[in-house]
């Protein structure tokens, strides 16, 4: 019946789940795809605002360029910077003639970058010859066989081998038109000399150019470029083969009312099938975790009862039989005393575990003198230290003297027995092993620190959880430590149970110590 339960509720979550997530898909989709298409109008309405302004002022910016070399280049044996300089977009300026390139004086550096850039300087000397040649590309075998393009690119057949002489205007020049190769924007103009077809012109960074015109694009376009066109791209700022470009991303001004709209309906949809998963996931979990911590419960428990229970069996053998030798009778019972208690310790711990589990707790309290009542409990904690090999300290503050403690005193009393049994198991290897109980008033608490000097408490223990339920050190099994890793999280519990709390102040190769809190009122 349970099984047959479970599978029906779990096929109705999952068909519950896949609706809920159908219809939080369906609405996310609608509203992204509205958003979409109002993007998409939006990025093309402002592209097309902002079109005739940055035009504008790059046509102002080329213009000025221009009128800095005149309608005809200067043709001489130097080369000299136009009045004005150049711009901070303009890389430099250039004169190429069959006789070789010539930039300003201080412009070294530029004419080397130019020379060195075999690409760019082949397809200037063509484009002076024929605006319509193509551009010269190293990276495509074949684009340039000097044999077939000699009669296409005549720039190569000098007119007057004798570049001794002076060069001379053959001509008007042309207007300016504009070419690129990579990151190279040429922005040039054919000039017809004696010597042969000559080229003026500059060379543009685009990046800073683009610098100059972004500022001018609508402020709603959050993510705008200028920047070459391309392949099967169209330029839309003549006369450079530039493209701006919108972006993806753009301030849409009635987007918000719009998300309001279908906000109700894609919250519920999500709120829906987050719940319907987080149910699920409950349940599942809440079931997982029960059966693990049963399988967990009855593997330590049951592990822990074995190996007294044969203890006990042979030794009662041994001594049903007349086995055990007259002076070590003694012993044997001894031993038996010690399992016995040992096991009802344990049995002990977990029908108080079993019992705060359910939320049962200890109707009594006890009341009286503060010191009183500790030394009853901390006297026979003191004594099973001692017995195990122990030194023990107990330090009490005298503001603690006058004080009425109403605690119960059963719980209380467990919580240290457990607390001196880990110190048994783990701090006894200590040279010296010492424990100090440490009394102390906080405000309307009162404090018992229990310190020892033993090397204190495995890392993943620290990790995992000290107070959680069978939690023990991966070391402990292997160190044949008794014990199923329930005494420090029934501590906790029980301390909680009776309005204070156990925790762990210090833990180091020096030793631990626990501090437990109970309330004075």
Not at 105 to 124: K, M, Q, Y
Not at 359 to 368: A, F, I, V
């Amino acid at each position: 019946m349970n099984k047959r339960f479970l599978a029906i509720l779990l096929v109705f979550s999952l068909l519950t789940l896949g609706a809920v997530l159908w219809q939080a898909r369906e609405a996310n989709l609608l509203g992204s795809r509205l958003l979409d298409i109002d993007r998409e109008s939006q990025l093309h309405r402002l592209t097309e605002l902002s079109l005739p302004r940055v035009q504008a002022e790059l046509d102002v910016l080329l213009t000025q360029e221009r009128a800095k070399l005149g309608d005809s280049p200067l043709l001489g044996a130097h080369y000299d910077m136009p009045e004005g300089g150049k711009a901070d977009w303009n890389c430099g300026f250039f004169f190429l003639s069959p006789a070789g390139l010539q930039v300003p004086e201080g412009e070294e550096d530029f004419a080397n970058r130019l020379n060195r850039a075999t690409p760019v300087i082949d397809t200037i000397r063509r484009k002076a010859y024929n605006p319509a040649a193509p551009v010269y590309d190293v990276s495509k075998p074949g684009s340039y066989d000097p044999r077939s393009q000699l009669p296409v690119f005549g720039v190569y057949e000098v007119l007057d081998p004798d570049f001794s002489s002076p060069l001379e205007l053959k001509g008007s020049p042309s207007p300016f038109f504009a070419w690129h190769y990579k990151d190279n924007l040429v922005y040039m103009r054919c000039v017809p000399t004696t010597h042969g077809a000559a080229a003026e012109g500059m060379i543009i960074d685009t990046h800073k150019l683009a610098a100059h015109l972004l500022p001018l694009v609508e402020p709603q376009l959050l993510q705008p470029e200028i920047d070459f066109a391309r392949p099967g791209e169209s330029s839309n700022l003549a006369p450079l083969p530039l493209v701006l470009r919108p972006g993806k991303a753009v301030e849409l001004p009635d987007s918000s009312a719009r998300r309001a709209a279908i906000r109700s309906a894609v919250c519920a949809a999500w709120f829906l099938a987050g719940c319907t998963i987080v149910i699920l996931l409950t349940l599942l979990g809440f079931s997982a975790r029960i059966e693990r911590r049963r399988s967990d419960f009855v593997s330590a428990v049951t592990h822990e009862l074995r190996t007294p229970l044969t203890g006990l069996q042979l030794m009662s053998d041994m001594l049903a039989d007349g086995l055990v030798p007259a002076d070590k009778i003694a012993q044997y019972h001894a031993d038996l005393r010690d399992e016995t208690r040992r096991l009802g310790h344990l049995v002990e711990n977990v029908l108080a575990f079993a019992r705060l589990t359910r939320g049962k707790r200890r109707g009594r309290l006890d009341s009286g003198p503060c010191r009183e009542l500790l030394d009853s409990v901390l006297n026979k904690s003191a004594e099973h230290l001692r017995q195990a090999g122990f030194r023990v300290r107990i330090t009490q503050d005298k503001n603690t003297d006058l004080i009425t403690l109403r605690t119960d005193l059963i719980s209380l009393g467990q919580i240290l027995t457990n607390l001196s049994d880990n110190a048994i198991k783990y701090a006894a290897t200590a040279p010296q092993p010492t424990i100090t109980f440490s009394i102390l008033r906080r405000h309307d608490r009162l404090a018992l620190r229990m310190t020892d000097n033993g090397p204190g408490i495995a890392d993943d223990i620290r990790r995992h959880g000290l107070f959680r339920p069978f939690a023990r050190s991966a070391g402990s099994d292997r160190g044949g430590k008794p014990g199923v890793g329930l005494g420090l999280a029934l501590s906790r519990d029980l301390a909680r149970s009776i309005g204070g709390d156990l925790t762990l102040e210090k833990s180091d190769n020096s030793g631990c110590s626990f501090l437990l809190t109970l309330p004075l009122n």
